[in-house]
């Protein structure tokens, strides 16, 4: 199974920034697809951001225009930038990715958005 490693989650004030890494395991898995899904207590996972082999983003509404999702391909890492944060965005955010026939979840981490 690939393996994720996960940081940068936290607590912050509303308005504040943070950034989440997600590191895979070195392998021989091609990562056509690196995203962020969220989920709130009660509700259905949400898209957050996408990024595909290519570079070719892709946002939730919710996040469009605060958030940014990079890759670093050297580092087999994605990123999300997180800027203008509001207490709606607190979560847990999991990395995940697909390859040409699977999709891999990270364990997730918790955002705190509050003052």
């Known amino acids: ?48 951001a996408s990024c595909t082999s290519g570079d070719v983003t892709d946002y939730g509404d919710s996040v469009r225009g605060r958030f940014t999702i990079s890759r670093d391909y050297d580092r087999n890492t994605v990123y999300l930038q997180m800027n203008r944060l509001k207490p709606e965005d607190t979560t847990v955010y999991y990395c995940v990715a697909d390859t040409k026939h699977d999709r891999f979840w990270g364990r997730g981490q918790q955002v705190t958005v509050s003052s």
Do not use: D, I, T
Request: proline share 4%.
């Open 1 to 48: 199974q690939l393996q994720f490693v996960e940081s940068g989650g936290g607590l912050v004030q509303p308005g504040g920034s943070l950034v989440l890494s997600c590191v895979a395991s070195e392998s021989s898995y091609r990562l056509n697809v690196m995203s962020w899904y969220r989920q709130a207590p009660g509700k259905q996972r949400e898209l957050v």
